[in-house]
């Protein structure tokens, strides 16, 4: 990602530090605000990004949208949710540096709003978090987790899991007539291809090059199966020809030349 590099070469100062963490607190504390004090959902209601209210002068919503919690009343799933997202987020920072993670999350941010006003469709964080999901698993493929606390499996199967969700969702939009949402579920799709796009394209190049290279040296170099293990040099007799004829290798002769028993004591050493 070279333009990014520049990009931060130039703005590299400019960012906020330890963007996910609070992201993650202001999350948790509007699940806890709704849940345990409102008791009600119409707090959270009114932060989903509408592009209707927001003609309307509710302009918090072009912020608000990114801080929606899991809307559920198992605590369970909220917190394991909410520490996963922030364990994505915070490798992410890590690996690429605050900067870099700023311009990801924020890049997702920016096309979610947009495609959302072009739709008239209403949005949540949902798919931002997907996008910094999808980041994880390409860059943290072997990174294991217990599904269930029980059963181990690599972040790159869950990545393979995301995309069939992704794909299978905006299929259905699109058989339905709902080419409006089938652009929303495209849009981690969109904030990963930009980061990704061009370093997946070399990858599969370089191993479509590597393959054809491997099958041309095979090619080149295959040792072609004999019917048989001997022949004599004089008669061209094999072993295929007549399984109880015995054949001797002469020492005298200059290299790995065999003979028949008709032939081993009677022939022209080769020198």
């Known amino acids: 990602m070279k333009w990014l590099d520049k990009l931060e070469r130039r703005f590299g100062k400019y960012y906020i530090p330890d963007l996910m963490l609070k992201v993650i607190i202001v999350s948790a504390i509007l699940y806890v605000v709704t849940f345990f004090i409102l008791g009600d959902t119409s707090f959270i209601n009114s932060m989903v990004l509408i592009p209707g209210k927001v003609m309307q002068g509710q302009i918090w919503r072009i912020f608000t949208f990114i801080f929606i919690p899991p809307l559920t009343t198992s605590l369970i799933s909220v917190v394991l949710t909410l520490y996963f997202n922030y364990l ?106 930009v980061f990704f796009g061009k370093s997946n394209y070399k990858n599969t190049k370089i191993n479509a090059t ?9 090619k080149a170099f295959k040792v072609v199966e004999m019917p048989y293990k001997h022949k004599c040099t004089i008669c061209g007799l094999t072993d295929a020809d007549d399984k109880n004829m015995q054949f001797r290798y002469c020492s005298k002769c200059k290299g790995h030349h065999a003979y028949c028993e008709k032939h081993i004591y009677d022939h022209e050493h080769i020198k």
Request: aromatic share 20%; net charge positive.
């Open 88 to 193: 994505a987020g915070v490798s992410l920072e890590r690996e690429w540096g605050e900067f870099k993670f700023n311009v990801y999350f924020f890049f997702g941010m920016i096309t979610t709003i947009i495609v959302s006003f072009i739709t008239k469709s209403p949005v949540d964080g949902t798919n931002i978090t997907l996008s910094i999901f999808l980041a994880f698993a390409k860059i943290f493929p072997e990174f294991t987790v217990l599904l269930f606390f029980i059963i181990p499996i690599k972040m790159k199967y869950l990545g393979y899991l995301s995309w069939a969700m992704v794909i299978f969702n905006v299929v259905k939009s699109l058989i339905t007539g709902n080419f409006g949402y089938a652009l929303v579920y495209l849009l981690p799709l969109l904030n990963y291809i």
């Open 210 to 218: 590597s393959k054809i290279r491997k099958n041309k040296y095979q």
